[in-house]
C-alpha cells in the first residue's frame, strides 16, 4: 500500500508544487490516487500556511477531498500544530468532520491522551515512532498498542548513506510492532532509500512532497503524482 503526504509543513518557498489551499489539496490528491496511492495523509493549514488542528480548517480540506477521492484520508495531529497535550486533545474531541484516521507521534508529550480521543471517537490512529527517539519503547508499553490502525515507522535520519541501517534499527526497535502494520517511510534524503527498503520487505510505504521534493533521479518533483507513480514504478520493477 502507498500512501501519499500531500504537504507537510513545506511551503510555497520550498516548491511551487506543494498543494496548501483545500482545493489544490483535493486535485493533488485526486491525481495521486489515479497514479498508485491508496491512502492519504494531509496536514490542514491556517490561511497564513500554518499546520491547524482547527475544526474549520480540518472539516475544510477533509471534504474537499472526499469530494475528489474515494480513499481513506488522515490528518496529522503533530505537537508543532498544538504544542499543548490537552489542548491538543481539546482540539480532536471539537471536530465537526472525522478524518479516518489521523497520526499521533508516540515520543510527543500527550500522545496516549490524544490517541485516546481519536479512539474515542472512533478515528483510526497511526502511532508515529520516530527513529532517534524512545517513541519505539513508548509505544510498545502502551495499552493502546493494540488499537492503533499502523505504525508509521518514520526514518527521521535524512542521510541517503545510512538511512537504511537506521531503518533497520527502527523495525528491530519495534519487533512484530505489537501486531500491527508497519508502514515504513523516511524523510529528504533518505526517503528514497527507505522507500526501496520497504519494497524489498514487502511493507506498506509513503511518499509525497511532505518527504521529499525530488524523484530518484535526483530531478525536482513536479507533483504529488510523479513522485507515487516513480514508487508504484519501484514496486513493479522489484
Do not use: K
Amino acid at each position: 500500500m502507498i500512501q501519499v503526504c500531500l504537504n507537510g509543513r513545506r511551503g510555497p518557498g520550498e516548491s511551487a508544487a506543494v498543494p496548501l489551499s483545500p482545493d489544490a489539496l483535493a486535485g493533488s490528491a485526486a491525481r495521486a490516487v489515479a497514479a498508485g496511492a491508496a491512502d492519504v495523509h494531509v496536514h490542514p493549514r491556517t490561511p497564513c500556511g500554518d499546520d491547524t488542528l482547527s475544526p474549520r480548517a480540518v472539516a475544510a480540506v477533509l471534504t474537499a477531498l472526499r469530494d475528489a477521492v474515494a480513499v481513506p484520508v488522515g490528518v496529522t495531529t503533530g505537537a508543532w500544530a498544538e504544542p499543548d497535550p490537552a489542548r491538543r486533545a481539546e482540539r480532536v474531541r471539537s471536530w465537526t468532520v472525522l478524518p479516518d484516521h489521523a497520526s499521533v507521534n508516540w515520543h510527543e508529550p500527550g500522545a496516549e491522551e490524544v490517541a485516546a480521543a481519536l479512539l474515542e471517537r472512533g478515528v483510526g490512529v497511526e502511532a508515529g515512532v520516530w527513529s532517534g527517539t524512545d517513541g519505539a519503547r513508548r509505544f510498545l508499553a502502551s495499552p493502546l498498542a493494540s488499537r492503533v490502525t499502523r505504525v508509521l515507522a518514520e526514518v527521521t535520519d535524512p542521510g541517503p548513506s545510512t538511512a537504511e541501517a537506521t531503518a533497520r534499527t527502527l523495525l528491530a526497535q519495534l519487533g512484530d510492532a505489537g501486531g500491527v502494520p508497519v508502514l515504513l517511510h523516511g524523510e529528504d534524503g533518505g526517503a528514497w532509500p527507505v522507500a526501496r527498503l520497504a519494497v524489498r520487505l514487502g511493507l506498506d510505504t509513503r511518499i509525497g512532497l511532505e518527504d521529499t521534493l525530488y524523484l530518484p533521479d535526483g530531478r525536482p518533483a513536479r507533483s504529488n503524482a510523479q513522485l507515487v507513480a516513480a514508487l508504484s514504478g519501484l514496486g513493479s520493477s522489484s
